[in-house]
């Protein structure tokens, strides 16, 4: 492929006999005073003549529906690729206008992204594909005849907890062995799991050999197992024939195999492609945190805490102010100073700070958690006054994050 556009003796309007190399993949800049053929050269010669050779491949029919594109007056132009031309708009201060929206190929983009863009998993990189009973099956007969294989369901994929209902209720339906965590266990024999770990757990369906004769059996267990597995199956390779020297399959090799939108080894789906999930001016395709204006707003650190010279029980943290225990013990209240002083009085009791000290004084990671929360870690949380007494376990998610969530708050002193 040429790396040039070779433009020879180009005519067109003002343009007298110019010649000019052109070089790909870069951005070139066509300067000139009012007048001396810049749209000339760059839109009624280059874009039209791509334009016009795009134009020609298409069908006749297609070609009908189109204007027709007359030839730039030019000797030659080699090197010419499909050309697309923007044209050149007043500048919109909407944050929603973008090149694209602007030069209105944003829908072309969408469409195309759509139709030929292959999703990945963001947890594992792997390809998220959605393929049919009848594909899946075709690929498994694909695999060479004397192939011993190992056919399974996925019945629970990287979940925490013991699990204990779903064994029983294949346990019913007279499956014999499950693989759990990679090791195959007879279902009479399970050992017990840890319900604070994650496990992946299969059923076992059928161990067969391919086979002009086993091909039937194979695929109604490849239906099977999808039934079970929710539409993941894992095809283990366990033997291949003496005579395969190919490198694409090996032993112990694990196939996996899904009929939805979903990463084969986690819990991460998506719903079918369509073009609007490419739009961020629909509640469907645009980002959840600035709802598609690429913009984001959060509270200031420095304006929750204003004088770290102040303890907590001063008032460091300046939407819940200075804190009355006296008044915290004897008085029922809802608004948000109340309630965040009595559960930052369960944190410095879970974890050991004081709220006499400053600010400036107490531990970093202290701080980080006031101010960002427990990461999703549950501590007791519980306050109570002459009246009412509230006890819980749950995260905390710190105030920061509470405020931004919740911009519509009004604080009130205690």
């Known amino acids: 492929m040429a790396n040039f556009i070779s433009i020879r003796n180009a005519k067109e309007h003002n343009l007298r006999n110019i010649c000019i190399d052109i070089p790909k993949n870069k951005l070139i800049v066509i300067t000139g005073v009012s007048g001396s053929g810049k749209s000339s050269l760059a839109f009624d010669t280059i874009y039209a003549e791509g334009q016009r050779r795009y134009v020609e491949n298409l069908s006749s029919y297609a070609r009908q529906f189109l204007d027709s594109c007359t030839k730039p007056d030019v000797e030659s132009i080699t090197g010419l690729s499909p050309a697309i031309?923007?044209?050149?708009?007043?500048?919109?201060?909407?944050?929603?206008?973008?090149?694209?929206?602007a030069t209105e190929i944003y829908d072309y983009l969408r469409l195309m992204y759509s139709k030929i863009g292959i999703p990945h998993s963001p947890s594992t990189g792997l390809p998220i594909i959605k393929q049919s009973t009848h594909q899946i099956i075709d690929q498994v007969l694909k695999l060479p005849l004397g192939t011993e294989i190992l056919i399974s369901g996925a019945l629970i994929r990287n979940k925490k907890g013991e699990h204990q209902k779903e064994i029983l209720e294949?346990?019913?339906?007279?499956?014999?062995?499950?693989?759990?965590?990679?090791?195959?266990?007879?279902?009479?024999?399970?050992?017990?799991?840890?319900?604070?770990?994650?496990?992946?757990?299969?059923?076992?369906?059928?161990?067969?050999?391919?086979?002009?004769?086993?091909?039937?059996?194979?695929?109604?267990?490849?239906?099977t197992a999808l039934k079970i597995g929710n539409g993941i199956i894992h095809v283990e390779i366990l033997n291949l024939?003496?005579?395969?020297?190919?490198?694409?399959?090996h032993q112990n090799q694990i196939l996996t195999f899904s009929e939805n939108f979903s990463c084969p080894e986690t819990d991460f789906n998506i719903e079918e492609i369509e073009p609007r999930l490419?739009?961020?001016?629909?509640?469907?395709?645009?980002?959840?945190?600035?709802?598609?204006?690429?913009?984001?707003?959060?509270?200031?650190?420095?304006?929750?805490?204003?004088?770290?010279?102040?303890?907590?029980?001063?008032?460091?943290?300046?939407?819940?102010?200075?804190?009355?225990?006296?008044?915290?013990?004897?008085?029922?209240?809802?608004?948000?100073?109340?309630?965040?002083?009595?559960?930052?009085?369960s944190l410095a009791k879970y974890y050991n700070f004081d709220i006499t000290q400053p600010w400036k004084e107490l531990n970093n990671n202290i701080q980080d958690i006031i101010l960002f929360g427990t990461n999703g870690v549950p501590i007791p949380i519980s306050y109570h006054n002459e009246e009412y007494k509230y006890s819980q376990n749950r995260q905390f998610d710190g105030i920061i994050n509470i405020l931004n969530n919740k911009k519509d708050i009004i604080t009130e002193r205690i």
């Open 241 to 249: 024939p003496e005579s395969y020297n190919n490198q694409k399959y």
């Open 170 to 223: 294949i346990k019913k339906q007279n499956y014999q062995y499950l693989k759990i965590n990679g090791t195959i266990h007879d279902i009479n024999n399970v050992p017990k799991l840890d319900r604070n770990k994650k496990h992946n757990i299969c059923v076992i369906i059928e161990k067969a050999i391919l086979s002009e004769s086993s091909l039937n059996s194979i695929a109604d267990s490849i239906t």
């Open 278 to 345: 490419f739009s961020f001016n629909t509640s469907y395709g645009s980002c959840k945190s600035c709802e598609g204006t690429g913009k984001t707003y959060s509270i200031d650190k420095n304006l929750i805490i204003t004088n770290d010279n102040l303890s907590i029980l001063e008032g460091a943290i300046h939407p819940i102010g200075p804190i009355n225990l006296q008044v915290l013990h004897h008085k029922i209240n809802s608004n948000f100073s109340y309630h965040y002083a009595n559960i930052i009085l």
């Open 85 to 101: 031309a923007l044209t050149q708009r007043p500048l919109s201060k909407n944050s929603r206008s973008t090149v694209s929206t």
